[in-house]
């Protein structure tokens, strides 16, 4: 069962699904083998030095970090609600000697200028959200973006085969998931002003079947 905390008066779910699993999010994470789903995003995203690159629900920072081990000439910038979550973010990228700025907030808020971000980014965020604030959430990423930007969402999308959909249910069990299970989340893209929204690549993995969408801020 989820647990949904607060943070400046609105509700989110733990990266974990509930507060005190948190230090074992990052282990299991790795022994599950999902950095190299995350560089498949990264790999796609095309990210050039100097580009500015936001991850939104950033979580303990992995992809962050990831993004800037393999592009150091990108600026970094990763926002979650979570003050605990964002403080391992913080000391893993300090470890790592890496400059990346980590700050507290929603997707669906972003305190950014518009059009200030070259790529947005976020892995495993969008299946903890309803309808409603995934659909904000991507109309925030498109005002954040200049125009040519691009959003690429990693995440559960639809189940193939006779054990995807078990072990998705493991990790969330409400309506949040049915957009994603669906393949529903090109629609919800463009609904929020995006342009071109696609599965770009579907992978398997011992969790279920994922999906890397992607989508483009329109070019005046």
């Known amino acids: 069962m989820h647990v949904h905390l607060h943070s400046r008066d609105k509700a989110f779910i733990p990266a974990a699904g509930v507060d005190w699993l948190l230090p074992l999010y990052d282990p299991c994470l790795r022994l599950l083998g999902i950095q190299r789903y995350r560089d498949r995003l990264i790999d796609a995203a095309s990210i050039r030095p100097g580009h500015r690159v936001l991850d939104v629900g950033c979580g303990t920072g992995s992809l962050s970090v990831q993004v800037k081990q393999r592009h150091p000439g990108s600026d970094v910038i990763g926002i979650d609600p979570d003050p605990k979550a964002l403080a391992l973010a913080r000391a893993k990228a300090a470890r790592a000697g890496l400059p990346i700025s980590f700050q507290e907030g929603f997707g669906e808020a972003l305190p950014f200028a518009d059009a200030s971000f070259d790529r947005v980014v976020s892995s495993f965020v969008f299946h903890h959200l309803t309808r409603e604030t995934k659909v904000a959430t991507a109309r925030e990423a ?64 011992v969790v279920g079947g994922l999906t890397l969408w992607v989508a483009s801020k329109p070019v005046a």
Do not use: K, T, Y
């Open 142 to 205: 498109a005002r954040v973006l200049a125009p040519g930007g691009m959003l690429h969402v990693l995440d559960f999308g639809p189940q193939r085969g006779p054990f995807g959909r078990p072990l998705v249910h493991l990790f969330q069990r409400d309506e949040r998931m049915a957009d994603n299970i669906a393949g529903r989340i090109p629609e919800l893209l463009a609904e929020a002003g995006l342009a071109e929204s696609r599965a770009l690549e579907r992978m398997h993995s």
